[in-house]
């Protein structure tokens, strides 16, 4: 297998203990719940996922466990082959505003929050980043790439290489990194990912798929059963939680949902797409002032969000080679992230997520950095102003200095909409 | 049925009081330091002004950046909603009013009307004060002049200096090496008013180009922003007599409307 990081130049890694970074993300986390809660009508056990997101809990228990913890950044990188290792897999991709600030001290201030707090957390010693053994990141974007080699300084990083677009040419490409991918996780965990062992745990993840699926359509029938930041709450404890306890606790919400009357009256609030670059726990600073303002968040195309437990892995036949080349094919043609050259993936998924939810209004978030997302707003404006749809961008980053001014760009944009 | 619009913004506070639908009544106190205070300031300003008080309002809409921070108000409304509102009511000689811009102390926006007078679409640009009434009043006293003047002196300049920075801070070192460098003064605030106008005119670009437009808001009064604005854009702006009332008209009338769905 071909090594993709020579790692000539090694360097000594920056770390940097910050006092009080747990406790300050515990009060973040809890910020963001007296918000949700605000909201009324939540589901019951939602307090399952809250604890979840908190960390402290989940923290500890991973920290006890005896195998393999591969941490992973977006949504392009198969948990099936993790999980097949008998290792855990952990997104790593952060909110936190904190992170972002430790980070500061060596990296400048124009360079993606998203990165920057991820590496934080890293910096910090601190939270899930500190108890993975190795990280495989994508190459989707410049700060991620150079993410990697920065990393590579404290821990064995593997990169995957995404392909500009999504033609057959690329498809085998990226087919071979997957493949490399999996030699790269047997060798590092020395277990062989038997044929045996993939089939079960790609049934493992189609199964949470297949769940997330019902509870998005559960949604879809009724938008009001769940608040949208709950229903992001509950996809983002999936990128921590342990995967058959989520499973359970998913199995039981949706249980409880069907069983739910609507909370609201029909269209009695004005239903909200939000797209855009990913929001992560507990960066909810712009969800939270959207459904603040009483307008229900309905649908999404976040790559935080419901991009990460839509795409569905499914094989014609259980071979090995035919089981990667659905793998391959699930991560890369479920994917719309601006990372390609033509998205139009993406504005299609926007096109039909308003008119599956019949969606009031759009709310772009561009992270302040992330170029790409950036760039793709200004099309999906005019397509959508031709449309005849409203959309509102909001340019902000993970700090809360423009929360005012962004109540005010929202609340507008809803009174508009209420006309 | 009398009732009162309060708009607080960075700078200002502007209150409009109405009875039916006839102004009877307004004031504007500075905001500085306590928006709670001028708006309680200019309201009883407004009421002494009339021999009314507080009791006799029927209905208060409040809006601008310090719209939840009054305790007496009946119901907040955003500014953009409460501009369109108002500009619709003033009206304009250059035909039915399709695009409003406003530039105010703190932030400076364009919003797009539809036929109907509602609100289509905006731009708000509120993260950093080029092109605001903050930035002429930094630039104001570098150059120890009234911004009240400014306008009037932009206009007698014939080689206005391009001011290449986008960011106030960095503006104002600007203008002080253009004061350094010995440029002429009126070509200096020129250079400054026509920047304003440059990034409105790029905000007009981002909600569609439409003819009949409103200009209001305090920086409406700058002669010069008004000048290269129609240069740039190349039609007539209007301008209302007092442009800073827009939004506390709009506010009020808001009042009168919610008033009649109790």
């Known amino acids: ?419 | 049925m009398i009732v009162c619009g309060i708009d607080i913004g960075s700078v200002a506070t502007k209150t409009v009081i109405l009875k039916d639908r006839d102004i009877i009544s307004k004031s504007l106190a500075l905001t500085k330091a306590s928006p709670k205070l001028a708006a309680e300031e200019a309201l009883s300003k407004a009421l002494r002004q009339i021999n009314l008080s507080e009791k006799d309002i029927s209905y208060i809409v409040s809006t601008g950046y310090g719209r939840r921070i009054i305790e007496f108000g009946d119901r907040t409304v955003t500014e953009i909603t409460c501009c369109g509102r108002g500009a619709t009511q003033i009206g304009s000689p250059l035909g039915k009013i399709q695009t409003i811009i406003d530039l105010g102390g703190q932030d400076s926006k364009v919003i797009s009307l539809d036929e109907e007078g509602g609100i289509l679409d905006f731009v708000m640009n509120d993260k950093c004060s080029a092109g605001t009434g903050r930035f002429l009043e930094v630039m104001a006293s570098v150059l120890e002049e009234r911004i009240g003047d400014l306008g009037e002196i932009a206009l007698r300049s014939n080689n206005p200096v391009r001011i290449n920075s986008t960011c106030t801070v960095f503006s104002e070192s600007e203008v002080i090496s253009l004061i350094a460098q010995g440029r002429n003064k009126e070509d200096i605030i020129s250079g400054i008013c026509a920047s304003i106008a440059e990034r409105i005119a790029g905000m007009i670009t981002q909600v569609g180009k439409k003819e009949s437009i409103f200009f209001c808001g305090g920086g409406a009064r700058n002669r010069g922003i008004h000048r290269f604005l129609e240069d740039k854009l190349g039609v007539e702006l209007y301008v209302p007599q007092e442009p800073e009332f827009v939004i506390a008209l709009g506010a009020s009338l808001i009042a009168i409307e919610s008033l009649k769905k109790i």
Not at chain 1, 111 to 129: H, M, N, Q, R, T
Not at chain 1, 130 to 148: F, N, R, S, W
Request: net charge neutral; hydrophobic share 35%.
């Open chain 1, 1 to 419: 297998m071909k090594e993709i990081l020579e790692r000539r130049y090694t360097l000594t890694p920056f770390k940097k203990e910050i006092k009080g970074l747990k406790d300050a993300f515990r009060r973040a986390s809890l910020r963001n719940l007296d918000s949700m809660r605000k909201r009324g009508f939540r589901p019951k056990n939602i307090s399952y996922y809250e604890e979840v997101i908190l960390g402290e809990k989940r923290y500890e228990e991973l920290k006890g466990f005896s195998g393999r913890i591969i941490g992973y950044f977006c949504t392009f990188i198969p948990q099936e082959l993790i999980y097949a290792a008998r290792a855990i897999p952990i997104r790593l991709c952060s909110g936190f505003y904190d992170t972002v600030l430790v980070c500061e001290e060596i990296l400048a201030k124009d360079i993606c929050p998203l990165v920057k707090s991820s590496f934080g957390f890293k910096i910090s010693a601190s939270s899930y980043f500190e108890l993975c053994d190795a990280v495989i990141l994508p190459t989707p974007c410049d700060p991620k790439k150079k993410l990697i080699e920065i990393l590579s300084d404290y821990l064995p990083v593997w990169v995957l290489k995404i392909p500009q677009d999504k033609t057959s040419s690329s498809k085998e490409i990226w087919l071979e990194e997957i493949k490399s991918l999996k030699e790269r996780i047997e060798d590092f965990t020395k277990t062989k990912l038997t044929r045996q062992r993939l089939e079960e745990t790609i049934k493992l993840i189609h199964k949470r798929q297949t769940l997330f699926r019902q509870l998005y359509e559960i949604r879809r029938a009724n938008p009001y059963l769940m608040g949208g930041r709950d229903f992001l709450l509950v996809i983002q404890t999936s990128f921590y939680d342990d995967i058959e306890r989520w499973i359970d606790k998913t199995e039981e919400l949706c249980k409880q949902l069907s069983k739910e009357k609507t909370h609201f009256k029909t269209d009695e609030k004005i239903k909200i797409l939000v797209t855009g670059s990913p929001i992560i726990w507990p960066n909810f600073k712009l969800l939270n002032i959207i459904e603040d303002l009483g307008a229900e968040i309905v649908c999404d195309d976040l790559c935080s969000g419901t991009q990460s437990l839509y795409n569905l892995v499914e094989p014609d036949e259980p071979t090995t080679d035919v089981m990667l080349g659905a793998i391959a094919d699930g991560y890369l043609l479920s994917s719309v992230c601006p990372c390609f050259i033509e998205n139009n993936d993406r504005i299609d998924r926007v096109l039909n997520l308003i008119e599956e939810f019949r969606v009031g209004g759009v709310i772009y978030h561009s992270l302040r950095l992330c170029q790409l997302y950036e760039i793709e707003s200004h099309r999906l404006r005019l397509i959508l102003k031709e449309k005849k749809i409203p959309m509102l961008t909001i340019h902000t980053d993970y700090s809360q200095e423009d929360t005012e001014q962004i109540k005010t760009r929202v609340e507008a944009f809803l009174e508009m909409l209420k006309r």
